[in-house]
C-alpha cells in the first residue's frame, strides 16, 4: 500500500501548525493507495468532523483535539482514528485493517489511537475519556 505525499504533508502541517482540525484519509482501491479526502478548517467541531465519515464506507482520520485537563490547564491531543463502519463492504474492511499499521508509522506524532464501527463508539465523551 502506496502513501500519497500529501498525506504526510498535511498531516505535519496539523502537528505543527495547526493549520486544520482534523484530515479524512481514504484508500483509493483502483491505485492501491492512501490519500488526503477532506480537510477541517481550525474552527471547525468534533461534529463537523465526523459529520465528515460516510456512513458506509471506511477511512483513516487524525482529529486534533483541544481540552482543559482537571488542573485547569490547556492541552492538545492527536487522535487517530480508524473508522470501518458495520454496512461497509468486507474487502474494504481487511483492506484497512490491513493497511493500519503501515499508514500510521508514516505519521509521526499520534498520540490516542481509536476504532469505531459506528458513530457511538467515538463519541465525543469517549474522545475526552481517552485524551486524559
Not at 83 to 90: E, F, G, H, M
Amino acid at each position: 500500500m502506496a502513501v500519497n505525499d500529501e498525506c504526510k504533508l498535511k498531516f505535519l502541517e496539523l502537528k505543527a501548525k495547526r493549520n486544520y482540525r482534523f484530515i479524512v484519509f481514504k484508500i483509493e482501491e483502483r491505485i492501491q493507495q492512501v490519500t488526503v479526502e477532506k480537510l477541517g478548517q481550525p474552527e471547525e467541531t468534533y461534529d463537523d468532523f465526523t459529520a465528515s465519515l460516510p456512513a458506509d464506507e471506511c477511512r483513516y482520520a487524525v482529529f486534533d483535539f483541544d481540552f482543559v485537563t482537571d488542573e485547569n490547564c490547556q492541552k492538545s491531543k492527536i487522535f487517530f482514528i480508524s473508522w470501518a463502519p458495520d454496512t461497509s463492504r468486507v474487502r474494504s474492511k481487511m483492506l484497512y485493517a490491513s493497511s493500519k499499521d503501515l499508514f500510521k508509522r508514516k505519521l509521526d506524532g499520534i498520540q490516542v489511537e481509536l476504532q469505531a464501527t459506528d458513530p457511538s463508539e467515538m463519541s465525543i465523551d469517549i474522545v475526552k475519556g481517552r485524551a486524559l
